[in-house]
């Protein structure tokens, strides 16, 4: 993620520095850690940032790109914006599609017990952010409820660029999980 956010960055008039904490602090405010609470997060960076005499504009800056970067089921308004949040959350949304977004789709799924597939249990698009938060789905339903609306919500024409090609791998890759499921080989 970290990668990625330097590469947008090169192309965008940002400051690289609120960059680049941005990319590597904002997981540690997400809601499944820190039992829901997304403020530990926020804080525990606050003081890490400090204790590095990191310039307070800085540190706020940081701040507000942790608390409005996340999906939440895509019906999360953001309260602040920055070209620094666009490449941070563009950065964060390239990592959740691809491969790499495939593979991670399918440890936390493993992580929380969910099945892989089940095809009782529909997708559920548009969800509130509570209803996101507490989504027990198939990991196959986190395609279609966040992984594939993730390329057309990016921010720069960078972030853009780099996330047609995984969204492509992650169609074939569906294609072939549910030749597969099917049987159809």
């Keep these: 993620m970290w990668k990625n956010a330097k590469k947008i960055a090169q192309s965008e008039s940002v400051n690289p520095f609120v960059v680049e904490l941005g990319a590597l602090l904002h997981d540690i ?6 039992d829901g609470d997304e403020s530990i997060g926020v804080s525990k960076a606050r003081k890490f940032l400090e204790s590095l005499s ?5 540190i706020d800056h940081v701040e507000k790109i942790m608390v409005n970067i996340s999906f939440k089921g895509g019906n999360f308004s953001q309260k602040f914006s920055s070209l620094e949040l666009a490449v941070v959350q563009d950065a964060d949304r390239l990592d959740a599609i691809g ?12 992580f929380k017990g969910r099945e892989l597939f089940n095809p009782a249990i529909h997708p559920e698009i548009g969800m509130t952010v509570e209803q996101y938060k507490k989504s027990t789905a198939p990991t196959i339903n986190h395609f279609y409820e966040k992984l594939l609306l993730l390329k057309d919500r990016m921010n720069t024409e960078a972030g853009r660029k780099m996330a047609e090609q995984r ?3 992650m169609e074939q890759y569906q294609k072939q999980f549910f030749m597969e499921w099917d049987g159809n080989y």
């Design 29 to 34: 405010a997400d809601h499944k850690f820190n």
């Design 54 to 58: 990191v310039e307070e504009n800085v």
């Design 99 to 110: 491969a790499i977004g495939i593979a991670r789709a399918f440890n936390y799924g493993g």
């Design 167 to 169: 969204h492509r791998f």
